[in-house]
């Protein structure tokens, strides 16, 4: 895990925790997802599946108290689990919902896999490479080269579920119901801007034409931002950017702070 992960989240927890009454805390639950190459698609998915159906049967947990985030690949894996809420996967054992969960928070979600997108010429504006993105999909679809897993696989294409920018509008009409809020934050300067944009439009169509408020899903470009800003920032700057304090006051709006 980057060391940037942990230092960020116990600040936002604490953050939060310091703004709460004595009889209500907020807890984190980090999902130790088991990796590719070891594993592949949809290991991972049915890995996250398993520990929202254990938080919800048999610790008690109501839907409403629990926020789904991740980030970059674990945004991809994210979408997925909101995607199979929706639509279940055939190879994954289905969680059903007595009411939706509290919000779901990504940061630079992995929303597609394709590196033809124009805001790869970013390159040395961001962290990622595009033949580390097509190796990393690879490797998780399995479909790598078996003899040269680290040969450049060219173009990659995963499902509705591993490439979530690629569904159309129908497929979230029905994530209100699912999920009452959604943020979603990334960066003007990152790879995957451009394949975050398309996601957020075909999100907002859907989720409008079934009956959800437009207003409950964000999505928050950060300017000059890369990847996962916040958690570069809090290992190279430490101050807060504009876009963490967004994302801090959008969870004390949800949690009523």
């Not at 034409?209 to 809090?234: M, N, Y």
Request: net charge negative; aromatic share 8%.
């Amino acid at each position: 895990m980057n060391e940037g992960i942990p230092r960020y989240l116990l600040r936002l927890l604490s953050d939060l925790n310091s703004q709460t009454t004595r009889c209500r805390s907020i807890a984190v639950l980090v999902v130790a997802y088991t990796l590719a190459p070891e594993a592949t698609y949809p290991t991972q998915l049915k890995e996250a599946s398993a520990v929202l159906s254990h938080l919800i049967t048999n610790t008690g947990r109501n839907p409403s108290d629990i926020f789904l985030s991740g980030d970059s690949a674990g945004g991809n894996l994210g979408l997925a689990l909101i995607s199979h809420l929706l639509h279940p996967h055939p190879e994954v054992t289905a969680v059903r919902l007595e009411q939706p969960l509290a919000g779901m928070l990504l940061y630079s979600p992995w929303a597609g896999f394709s590196t033809d997108y124009s805001s790869f010429d970013n390159i040395a504006l961001d962290l990622m490479s595009p033949l580390a993105l097509r190796k990393w999909s690879a490797m998780f679809l399995g479909k790598a080269n078996k003899n040269d897993p680290e040969s450049d696989p060219g173009s990659v294409s995963g499902d509705a579920y591993t490439e979530a920018c690629k569904n159309d509008a129908s497929w979230w009409n029905d994530m209100h119901r699912i999920v009452s809020d959604v943020f979603v934050s990334y960066g003007g300067y990152e790879l995957l801007a451009d394949s975050i944009k398309e996601l957020e439009i075909q999100m907002k169509r859907g989720w409008a034409q079934g009956g959800g408020d437009p207003s409950r899903v964000v999505f928050l470009k950060g300017a000059k931002e890369a990847h996962v800003a916040q958690i570069s920032d809090i290992m190279i700057h430490g101050a807060k950017s504009s876009s963490q304090v967004a994302i801090e006051n959008w969870y004390k709006a949800r949690l009523q702070l």
